[in-house]
């Protein structure tokens, strides 16, 4: 059985930052692309950032030039760095992992139960 889990979330102001981090556990074979999502009250869940298995990158454009995905494949983990926060950040990040056990199968998508992050004054 294979699962992913988040932490780091919680109450920041603008202007200052948080890091969410989300560990793949199980017997895993192989992890592929790895990434953040998000949802505000009221919206849809959207593409945050992602990192794919040669370290390359993709970020919304709204958080562009503020936040930093990583990856460290020796601890299973992904890492969400999220600088000059703003209000408009505030919402519950899931995390988003493809990945394979030992059967011989396709990898399978993982998300994670998500960890509320506000940003508020």
């Known amino acids: 059985q294979l699962e992913v889990m988040e932490s780091g979330g919680g109450l920041a102001q603008p202007g200052e930052s948080l890091r969410l981090s989300c560990v793949a556990a199980?017997?895993?074979?192989?992890?592929?692309?790895m990434g953040w999502y998000r949802q505000a009250a009221g919206k849809q869940r959207e593409l945050v950032a992602e990192i794919r298995s040669n370290n390359s990158t993709n970020y919304a454009d709204a958080v562009k030039g503020r936040f930093i995905i990583s990856r460290d494949n020796a601890k299973n983990t992904v890492y969400l760095q999220m600088n000059s926060l703003k209000p408009d950040d505030t919402a519950v990040y899931y995390c988003?992992?493809?990945?394979?056990?030992?059967?011989?199968?396709?990898?399978?998508?993982?998300w994670g139960k998500g960890t509320l992050v506000t940003v508020s004054s």
């Open positions: 988003n992992v493809h990945m394979r056990d030992y059967l011989p199968r396709s990898p399978v998508e993982y």
């Open positions: 199980g017997n895993i074979f192989s992890l592929y692309t």
